[in-house]
């Protein structure tokens, strides 16, 4: 059944559309990515749907008796109260009545008011609203009485994603939910997704949160959206045979308006008897060419790869860094050398970028030393682009006032020419930059570290708000850069793709270090909160050498095991062993992201996993129980 119908859809601003006869359907139970580039219009489609945007033409129905809800990209600024009123806030008028009564607000409300919204809420059963609303916020891991204002930009997130689904939508729309998440707080996410049963329509420039989640792909290309009824890794194989085949096809088309172009050229004899038929054929075709969407075509960069520096490149020994009275960093020492590619991992606000600053020289450590190696050439992308100018052009940023050139490894070139090799057209590199969205800035700032000679590429979180296709390149770019990488980012698998070993922020203060891929360092973490999470067995008593008798004046008595007890004494071992196996076989499990196509199995699995650590906890209890008896 189509919960979600959109026909015919159109939107401009002031200019060419942005996309023209936009139609599709979200059925019952699909997971639907919208795809596309940055500026294709994706978030302005989205919300066209939740009618906070009106469409030049067209229509968006929603099944009788269902409803949407709506996440968009950004927080809202007014948004204000404790996180508990945000989420009563999403039942409408029954959540107000429930504040109001429960806070008791006489500010807005008489005595005889609010015995009025107590009745009110009375004969509408309304009471068991307020117990969903705090299991929410618990499944959410939110604290209740936090003010909203308070939280980090991902505990927002959640927040606001918990105000949606208190109200039972039947569909959820989705607008980049993977912003300002930590891994952890992506893959809770991806969990909750795949256990909720309702239908979601999202945009994600996440690869990994993309393929476990979705399960039918739109893409919106040039103006128009098509429907891939598959995976996303199958989409990608479809789209690159297809656009093979209009590419030839157009090619052809080419060939043939040039022919008929060069007969209509011919000369003085030839045009008194051509085919008047054949002139308004010639028409046609020029309008269909002049009609043909082309693709808004790929990102070309190339890094500017200085010379080789030393071995070394830096060495930091027992570095310590606290931050308002709490470690940020505590005794960490470690050597990257030239060539290693070293992602950090943590989660938000956990100190990352402090980390990179300490490493750069840029911020001095409490305690311990960073040492730099020889030749270095460092070209650094902050997250907060405080390299760019707002009040600047694009030209000027990368130039300079006044400039119209910059250099490219040797070459001189026009700097509207190498802004166009990063999509910017001539008059989008003469605006400002207080004009550009998130993913442009990121291409922007990434335009201009590319022209700095370097040898060490120090990038902090430039996966965000980029396309796909961009990230593709950036991956292919650092992949064949010669030089040494470190690297912040939350996208699981750009980190797969570039690094090959982490430095993980454990908290307190604590880092380690990891050799390996995401994939096996999520494993390895998996696992040691899985053994914590069980209690250590008690160890027997050494008996090599007795210990000094120690008895007490009333000792108590000890009951003996019975034969039955001893019997389960002598299984319980192997009952433990058995339960700690098959805890493991689930546990890698869910760590293949294509297990996540069956949402059932996953939901099984998961439940699966709760009861296990039931058992082990009663089967281990009950074996320490018994062993004190013997």
């Known amino acids: ?86 989420v009563l806030s999403g039942l409408g008028d029954a959540g107000e009545k429930i504040r109001a009564y429960e806070t008791h607000d006489t500010e807005k409300y008489s005595e005889t008011e609010l015995d009025a919204i107590f009745h009110w809420l009375e004969n509408n059963s309304a009471w068991s609203l307020s117990s969903e609303v705090d299991a929410m916020i618990s499944k959410i891991g939110a604290v209740p009485e936090l003010p909203f204002s308070s939280l980090s930009a991902g505990m927002k997130r959640r927040v606001l994603l918990a105000r949606e689904l208190v109200s039972k939508p039947d569909i959820l729309v989705l607008d980049e939910p993977t912003n300002h998440l930590d891994i952890d707080a992506i893959e809770w996410l991806e969990d909750f997704l795949l256990a909720w049963h309702g239908a979601i329509l999202f945009v994600t420039h996440d690869r990994r949160f993309l393929k476990k989640i979705s399960t039918r792909i739109l893409d919106l290309e040039g103006g128009i959206v098509t429907s891939w009824d598959c995976d996303y890794e199958t989409y990608l ?49 020029r309008e269909i060419r002049a009609a043909r969407r082309t693709s808004v075509g790929n990102v070309r960069a190339t890094i500017s790869e ?19 009275g709490v470690p940020a960093i505590r005794n960490f020492s ?41 030749n270095l050439q460092i070209a650094y992308f902050d997250q907060l682009r405080s390299q760019l100018r707002e009040d600047k052009t694009l030209a000027e940023n990368l130039a300079g006032e006044g400039a119209d050139t910059v250099v490219v490894g040797h070459q001189t070139r026009h700097v509207i ?112 909160i899985a053994a914590k999470s069980v209690p250590a067995k008690p160890e027997k008593p050494k008996t090599d050498v007795p210990a000094e008798p120690q008895t007490p004046k009333n000792p108590p008595s000890k009951k003996k095991l019975s034969y039955k007890e001893t019997r389960e004494l002598e299984a319980l071992p192997q009952q433990i062993e058995d339960l700690e196996n098959e805890q493991k076989t689930l546990a890698e499990k869910l760590n293949d992201p294509d297990f996540y196509r069956d949402p059932a199995a996953v939901q099984a699995t998961n439940a699966r996993l709760a009861e296990i650590d039931e058992a082990l906890l009663r089967a281990l209890e009950r074996w320490e129980e018994l062993e004190s008896r013997k």
Request: charged content about 25%.
């Open 1 to 86: 059944m189509a919960l979600l119908a959109v026909r015919n859809l159109s939107l401009k601003f002031g200019g060419p559309s942005l996309f023209d006869d936009v139609t599709f359907q979200v059925e019952a139970g699909e997971r639907v990515c919208l795809i596309g580039r940055n500026g294709a219009g994706k978030s302005s489609l989205l919300k066209i749907i939740a009618g906070t945007l009106e469409p030049d033409a067209g229509e968006v129905a929603v099944a009788r008796g269902s409803h949407a809800a709506y996440l968009a990209q950004e927080v809202p600024e007014e948004i204000a109260g404790t996180v508990r009123d945000v």
């Open 237 to 285: 194989t479809r789209r690159e045979e297809l656009n093979a085949s209009i590419a030839a096809n157009n090619a052809e088309f080419d060939k043939l308006l040039a022919r008929e172009e060069a007969w209509l050229r011919q000369g003085v004899k030839a045009r008194r008897c051509r085919n008047e038929g054949r002139v308004r054929e010639l028409k046609k075709l």
């Open 334 to 374: 470690t050597t990257i050398m030239r060539g290693d590619r070293v992602g950090i991992i943590g989660p938000n606000g956990i100190g990352k970028t402090t980390l990179l600053k300490i490493l750069l020289g840029q911020l001095a450590p409490d305690t311990g030393t960073v040492t730099h190696g020889t």
């Open 417 to 528: 020419s190498y802004l166009g090799d990063f999509l910017f057209t001539p008059d989008r590199a003469r605006s400002t930059v207080s004009m550009l969205s998130g993913g442009e800035r990121n291409r922007l700032l990434l335009a201009k570290i590319f022209l700095k000679t370097a040898n060490v590429l120090v990038l902090d979180e430039p996966t965000n708000d980029l396309d796909l296709e961009t990230l593709d390149l950036l991956e292919e770019l650092l992949g064949n850069f010669d030089g040494t990488v470190i690297l912040v980012t939350h996208d699981r698998q750009f980190l797969d793709n570039v690094t090959t070993s982490y430095i993980v922020f454990e908290g307190e203060g604590n880092l380690r270090e990891f050799v390996g891929d995401y994939d096996a360092w999520r494993k390895e973490h998996l696992a040691e």
């Open 306 to 324: 200085g010379e080789k520096s030393g071995a070394k490149v830096l060495v930091a020994e027992n570095i310590s860094h606290t931050w308002n």
